[in-house]
T-cell receptor, first 113, second 116 residues
Framework: DQQVKQNSPSLSVQEGRISILNCDYT??????FLWYKKYPAEGPTFLIS?????DKNEDGRFTVFLNKSAKHLSLHIVPSQPGDSAVYFC????????????FGQGTTLQVKP | EAGVAQSPRYKIIEKRQSVAFWCNPI?????LYWYQQILGQGPKLLIQ????????DSQLPKDRFSAERLKGVDSTLKIQPAKLEDSAVYLC??????????????FGPGTRLTVL
């Protein structure tokens, strides 16, 4: 039972344009969501997070949107840069769950110059 | 500040052999996690330690996997005997507080295990 799903295995975007990565979840107990970025041969790096009390969180070029009713979140990168090319993982956590993260399968983003 | 260290970076073994991975978390981090990432999937938590006590090992295949965190610092993860399906990247992560809600986890580079 996959509780966090990233249905697009890959995404290709032109440099300077917007990248939108999507994530769906099924467990209504999840109330904290994170995005991690992973380069080849490196561990995942924390990118941005959002609590369920918010519907948007912004950090520079990165914005995460949360739609609780649809159990959906998305990561927007504007403008996209070639250095953003990586695998992006969505993860979710539930309050009272010892910080355990449930990860999606990942989406590989390629930003073309 | 030094990050999470893991060794070895790569390991190739034959099935039924044993293997061990080592992790040194960020200094002062109370909580340590071991994840298994199979190709094409996201990381899956195997075990979580808070200091030197186990918080969650519900997804650890205990018939073949074991882990310890002596003195609440370094940790080792062992597989004995290995199976073909254990081929994966094993990631170690640490977080500064008690593994509570909203705590950011910092990951090491991982150990890529290939079982032949």
């Amino acid at each position: 039972d996959q509780q966090v799903k990233q249905n697009s295995p890959s995404l290709s975007v032109q440099e300077g344009r917007i990248s939108i990565l999507n994530c769906d979840y099924t467990n209504s107990m999840f109330d904290y969501f994170l995005w991690y970025k992973k380069y080849p041969a490196e561990g995942p790096t924390f990118l941005i997070s959002i609590s369920s009390i918010k519907d948007k969180n912004e950090d520079g070029r990165f914005t995460v949107f949360l739609n609780k009713s649809a159990k959906h979140l998305s990561l927007h990168i504007v403008p996209s840069q070639p250095g953003d090319s990586a695998v992006y993982f969505c993860a979710a956590s539930a309050r009272g769950n010892t910080g355990k993260l449930i990860f999606g399968q990942g989406t590989t983003l390629q930003v073309k110059p | 500040e030094a990050g999470v260290a893991q060794s070895p970076r790569y390991k190739i073994i034959e099935k039924r052999q044993s293997v061990a991975f080592w992790c040194n978390p960020i200094s002062g981090h109370a909580t340590l996690y071991w994840y298994q990432q199979i190709l094409g999937q996201g990381p899956k938590l195997l075990i979580q330690f808070q200091n030197n006590g186990v918080v969650d090992d519900s997804q650890l295949p205990k018939d073949r996997f074991s882990a310890e965190r002596l003195k609440g610092v370094d940790s080792t993860l062992k597989i004995q005997p290995a199976k073909l399906e254990d081929s994966a990247v094993y990631l170690c992560a640490s977080s500064p507080t008690s593994g509570s809600f909203g705590d950011t986890q910092y990951f090491g580079p991982g150990t890529r295990l290939t079982v032949l």
